[in-house]
């Protein structure tokens, strides 16, 4: 039986199996918030495998007073936070590469409406990517951290090193940023959801 | 009653479920009243979903995820084997290459810091410079305070020597004038002795007893 504290465990005394096998059930969380963060993708392979390396080197400091994750959380917030943009600037066509051309082909070649809907969704992603890119590292971090990770304010400014006064207004400053630029309005309704609650509007 | 400015700007976290209960309610009961209120809560999670949604499709696809394992588990490996091989070369004879390494090493200061403490260091050292000046010179100017002072030294005895000289009786006689009495008896003092006194002189008198005034003031001796 493969339970996580096993694999801990077995890759705190040395084993690389085990620790590869939880780098395996993590790696796509990781690899996608680096993703949103560098806005492309060599990018973010070399920060997610920087945080797993890091992850490694420093697993024998794991206590198990959290869970695995949040304490892997904590290094990739702080690799983040010291990554240094080896290419300083994007051409905004480099931040599209992001959306993966496979699937642009399979569906696109169905029919027009489905290639429509693809040039479509290419645009709207470059907006997105677009806004966060135009925000400082640190609000796209804190931003990210909210949406993609469901961390609390109180959570986000502990790792971060601010208040949670400061994370508050970062957060609504990028919502507001994506909202004009995305030109959203309440009757989009054909959108899937997200991590944000689902409160009842009107009856 | 609601604020719709305060609304708006809770919105956020009323959609983020940051609120605390009381207020979340009393915000989703405005939400019920004010249409523009409620039409821009549902504009922000609208946002919202675009954000995620978009943020999703463009994750790779499932292809990407074989070779992405394979890298991250080389370079694991790499790390691991060279992390044995440190292990290994630590022995005892490569401990004066690590020695050499820590007296050759360098540590990286940010510049700020690095001029704030080269500022401290030449501050302290003209301090101390200064200091040990001041020092010199007071004991410099010590000796010069004395020498110049002026002390008076009261004299607690004035001494008064004095020599008797006899006259002859029949000379006395002679000299019984009152007028002249007082030259029978001649009184000779050491810096009062009459001018008008007879034959009576001084030359060869010599005091008994030496007189020695010894000074002292602070450590140094004056020996008059």
Same mark, same amino acid.
């Given at each position: 039986?493969?339970?996580?504290?096993?694999?801990?465990?077995?890759?705190?005394?040395?084993?690389?199996?085990?620790?590869?096998?939880?780098?395996?059930? $993590?790696?796509?969380?990781?690899?996608?918030?680096?993703?949103?963060?560098?806005?492309?993708?060599?990018?973010?392979?070399?920060?997610?495998?920087?945080?797993?390396?890091?992850?490694?080197?420093?697993?024998?400091?794991?206590?198990?007073?959290?869970?695995?994750?949040?304490?892997?959380?904590?290094?990739?917030?702080?690799?983040?936070?010291?990554?240094?943009?080896?290419?300083?600037?994007?051409?905004?066509?480099?931040?599209?590469?992001?959306?993966?051309?496979?699937?642009?082909?399979?569906?696109?070649?169905?029919?027009?409406?489905?290639?429509?809907?693809?040039?479509?969704? $290419?645009?709207?992603?470059?907006?997105?990517?677009?806004?966060?890119?135009?925000?400082?590292?640190?609000?796209?971090?804190?931003?990210?951290?909210? $949406?993609?990770?469901?961390?609390?304010?109180?959570?986000?400014?502990?790792?971060?090193?601010?208040?949670?006064?400061?994370?508050?207004?970062?957060?609504?400053?990028?919502?507001?940023?994506?909202?004009?630029?995305?030109?959203?309005?309440?009757?989009?309704?054909?959108?899937?959801?997200?991590?944000?609650?689902?409160?009842?509007?009107?009856? | 009653?609601?604020?719709?400015?305060?609304?708006? +700007?809770?919105?956020?976290?009323?959609?983020? !479920?940051?609120?605390?209960? /009381?207020?979340?309610?009393?915000?989703?009961?405005?939400?019920?009243?004010?249409?523009?209120?409620?039409?821009?809560?549902?504009?922000?999670?609208?946002?919202?979903?675009?954000?995620?949604?978009?943020?999703?499709?463009?994750?790779?696809?499932?292809?990407?995820?074989?070779?992405?394992?394979?890298?991250?588990?080389?370079?694991?490996?790499?790390?691991?084997?060279? !992390?044995?091989?440190?292990?290994?070369?630590?022995?005892?004879?490569?401990?004066?290459?690590?020695?050499?390494?820590?007296?050759?090493?360098?540590?990286?200061?940010?510049?700020?810091?690095?001029?704030?403490?080269?500022?401290?260091? *030449?501050?302290? /050292?003209?301090?101390?410079?200064?200091?040990?000046?001041? /020092? +010199?010179?007071?004991?410099?100017?010590?000796?010069?305070?004395?020498? /110049?002072?002026?002390?008076?030294?009261?004299? *607690?005895?004035?001494?008064?020597?004095?020599?008797?000289?006899?006259? !002859?009786?029949?000379?006395?006689?002679?000299?019984?004038?009152?007028?002249?009495?007082?030259?029978? *008896?001649?009184?000779?003092?050491?810096?009062?002795?009459?001018?008008?006194?007879? *034959?009576?002189?001084?030359?060869?008198?010599?005091?008994?007893?030496?007189?020695?005034?010894?000074?002292?003031?602070?450590?140094?001796?004056?020996?008059?």
């Amino acid at each position: 039986m493969n339970s996580e504290e096993d694999l801990i465990r077995r890759a705190q005394a040395g084993d690389t199996d085990a620790f590869c096998l939880l780098a395996e059930a $993590h790696e796509r969380r990781v690899f996608a918030l680096a993703l949103h963060y560098c806005r492309d993708r060599e990018d973010a392979e070399d920060l997610s495998q920087e945080v797993w390396l890091k992850a490694y080197a420093a697993l024998s400091s794991f206590r198990s007073e959290s869970t695995f994750y949040t304490w892997l959380r904590k290094i990739m917030i702080n690799c983040f936070l010291n990554h240094r943009r080896t290419r300083s600037l994007k051409m905004r066509e480099e931040i599209t590469d992001v959306l993966d051309a496979e699937s642009v082909n399979e569906e696109s070649l169905g029919s027009v409406s489905a290639l429509e809907r693809n040039v479509q969704n $290419h645009l709207v992603v470059g907006r997105v990517m677009q806004v966060l890119s135009e925000v400082t590292p640190q609000q796209r971090l804190i931003f990210l951290l909210k $949406h993609q990770e469901g961390m609390t304010y109180e959570e986000i400014a502990k790792a971060v090193g601010c208040s949670a006064g400061a994370v508050k207004k970062s957060v609504s400053r990028t919502v507001t940023k994506l909202r004009q630029c995305l030109g959203v309005n309440h009757e989009s309704t054909s959108y899937v959801s997200c991590g944000a609650s689902e409160y009842p509007i009107g009856s | 009653m609601h604020n719709c400015k305060s609304t708006r +700007n809770s919105l956020t976290e009323l959609a983020f !479920d940051e609120l605390p209960p /009381t207020q979340k309610i009393h915000l989703l009961a405005h939400l019920d009243e004010c249409p523009s209120c409620r039409e821009e809560y549902a504009a922000v999670r609208n946002a919202l979903r675009v954000v995620d949604q978009k943020l999703r499709s463009a994750l790779p696809s499932e292809n990407f995820w074989s070779g992405y394992h394979s890298r991250l588990r080389r370079r694991i490996d790499n790390v691991s084997s060279s !992390d044995y091989e440190t292990r290994v070369r630590t022995t005892p004879a490569s401990l004066w290459v690590m020695l050499q390494k820590l007296a050759t090493a360098t540590v990286r200061v940010p510049v700020p810091v690095a001029a704030v403490v080269v500022l401290l260091f *030449t501050f302290a /050292t003209l301090f101390a410079m200064h200091a040990r000046r001041g /020092t +010199n010179a007071q004991v410099a100017t010590g000796s010069p305070a004395t020498i /110049t002072r002026t002390i008076e030294v009261p004299v *607690t005895q004035e001494k008064i020597l004095t020599k008797v000289v006899y006259v !002859d009786r029949e000379r006395r006689r002679f000299r019984s004038s009152p007028a002249q009495k007082e030259n029978d *008896t001649a009184v000779a003092t050491s810096g009062t002795a009459r001018r008008d006194a007879p *034959t009576v002189s001084l030359v060869g008198f010599k005091p008994a007893e030496q007189v020695k005034l010894t000074i002292i003031k602070g450590s140094y001796k004056d020996e008059k």
